[in-house]
């Protein structure tokens, strides 16, 4: 009976330890994301971008950890697009399936009902999907590689600016700025009024408004911009209202010197929901595949070889918050929460594919890089017109109507 | 869209919760005929529409009908019903069409016409057309035909018609498979003017049923005066004064309630009441 008692003790001490030393040989990342539900076109680019990166780390042999070689286990989980079961599942990866860490969702909505939840448990948060502010400097577990919605407002001030400047378009200009009523929204606006505040003799706001969601009828809105008379017309909308509200403002001839919807005008998808009405519009964005750096023309190449497609800015900044992480636990040496924590706080991935070249994280934990301008050409062309080094095409402006 | 609602609602006192879904799921039909077919989506209204009524009939004989009867209000088994047959739509269109947002572009989805002083985009006014045809089809079929004589029989009295002999279960998958053909008309419509997503519908929805309150639920001349006043008031506080758009919805909704507590049958109520009180003076 002794003998059994002993067996029985190193059968259940055996049953216990394997699995603790199996967990000390791979590293356990989570990921929850809007795979399906409303966000999930997108929600979809980011499962695969981060599938990609993590199988390039695993079929180059692993992540080197403390100079031993560890696999990635990624346990990626569906959201629904849904914010409270969002947060319940991240909090579901930190508290049950014990990650190392955990690759944020998509959706400034979303991301903000999961980054409550790192504090809780202390494991670094990393999200590729959301650039509204309000989700960092709150916590020091949650970093995000989106730079914030008000500078991508800057940047296209300082591209227009540079418009002023090459003689192409006369000050003082003013503007007609309508935004959607979200946050998103609210930090594009602040972006354009800021830098107006900051340059008044060039600038004025002829008119400012904002729009719900998903509006059904833009012609009471698009009659005050006819109204304001304004030089520059510039917009912040999802995909749905920017194609009603572009296809409304094509319909009802109004006329400006440059129109933009803020990030929406240079996707695929848009251009072939509004042909040549999408013509000349400037679209900022975190990320272009036509930046000229090399390690963006071999990321094209390799993301193309591995899913057959073109990568967009989401696959691009989904890679490379992926990346980012697993770089800072090589760093980290350890998969200590603190130590990772700590390796992202101060990581420089330097030949990043990001604008600008290398990604790191402002004290409050969000990235603060540059954005690229673009411009849609006739017959489906794009060119990048900023940052001025890495343009592949000269800025067309005023726009010339027919 | 109301006139769906509001038929489906004056035979068989249900409030369609799935008409969004319906309609969501016609715009993606037209989608579909769009980009296979090359079919014009106001062309298509002759494949969608019958398809669509025969589609409603169906789901009137394998669902609806099943539903307990009694009351003279909606009951709760058939909003649940209905808002289940919704998400059910809903996850459909995410299975076959995905969550890509979708649009339809024809040769004249740009153009517009000066119109008193303003230019109107050509969709809007073949979507304003297309809906006036359907309200003076609705109102011959209703006033000349005797399926509409029947249809207006139960909708005033179910037990008076069923009494003169009208095959009220009958009337009801036929009022059914109108109401989803309506449903279907306008997602068809709706598919040329908007950018759409399964859950494409949502806030028509609501803007419907603030129309129909308007209207005085039954009637359908009622459900147009009712959208006629809505779209007005929508566009006229956006143009001659400094309320913000952005509060449209809020005004909608602040009427519709304005409605209920003022005149709970109707704005076409109201007025025959005022006019009855000005004979009687």
Known sequence: ??????????????????????????????????????????????????????????????????????????????????AAKSAQLVEQLMAQTKVHAVIGGYGSQLVQAQSVVPERYGIPYVSGGAGATSIYGRSKWVFGTLSPVEHLAATQMDFL??????????????????????????????????????????????????????????????GRVQAAKADIFMADAHLEDFVLMQRTYTQMGIRNQMITYGARGADESGRQKLGAAADYIFASGWWSDLLPYPQVKAFNARYKAATGIAPQWYHAMEYETVRGLLVAIQHAGSLDPEKIRAALASLRLTESIVPGGVLYFTKTGQSDLPFVVTENKPDGKVDLVWPKNDKTGEPVAPIPWH | MSYGLAVIYGVMRIINLAHAGLMMLAAYVTLTLNTRFGLDPFLSLVVVAPLFFGFGVVLDLTLIRRLPRGGTGPSMQSLLLLFGLWLVLQNLAYVVWGGDTQAILTPYTMSSVPLLGERYGVPLLLVFAVSLASLVGLT?????????????????????????????????????????????????MLSALYAFTPDFGRSLLLKAFCIIVLGGMESFTGVAIGALVLALIENLTGAYTDIPT????????????????????GLPALFRGFSRRAVAR
């Open chain 1, 161 to 222: 600016q540079d418009l002023v400047a090459s003689g192409k378009l006369k000050a003082p200009l003013s503007i007609a700025l309508v935004t959607e009523q979200t946050e998103h929204g609210n930090d594009y606006a602040k972006g354009v009024k800021d830098y107006i505040a900051a340059h008044p003799g060039s600038w004025k706001l002829a008119l400012e408004q904002k729009f719900e969601l998903y509006t059904q009828d833009f012609r009471p809105l698009l």
């Open chain 2, 140 to 188: 011959i079929v209703l006033r000349r035909t005797f399926l509409g004589k029947a249809i207006r029989a139960v909708t005033q009295n179910r037990d008076a018609a069923l009494l003169s002999g009208v095959n009220a279960a009958r009337i009801s998958a036929v009022a059914f498979g109108l109401g989803t053909a309506f449903a279907a008309i306008a997602g068809t």
């Open chain 2, 246 to 265: 952005s509060f449209q919805d809020a005004i909608s909704f602040s009427l519709l309630v304005l409605v209920l507590v003022v005149a709970p049958n």
């Open chain 1, 1 to 82: 009976m002794k003998l059994l008692g002993v067996l029985r003790n190193c059968v259940l001490a055996g049953l216990v330890l394997v699995p603790a030393a199996h967990a000390q040989d791979v590293v356990r990342i989570g990921a929850v994301l809007p795979v399906t539900g409303k966000e999930s076109k997108i929600g979809s680019a980011y499962k695969q971008a981060t599938e990609v990166a993590v199988k390039e780390v695993n079929d180059a042999g692993g992540l080197t950890v403390g100079g031993k070689k560890l696999k990635i286990e990624l346990s990626l989980l569906d959201d629904t697009s849904d």
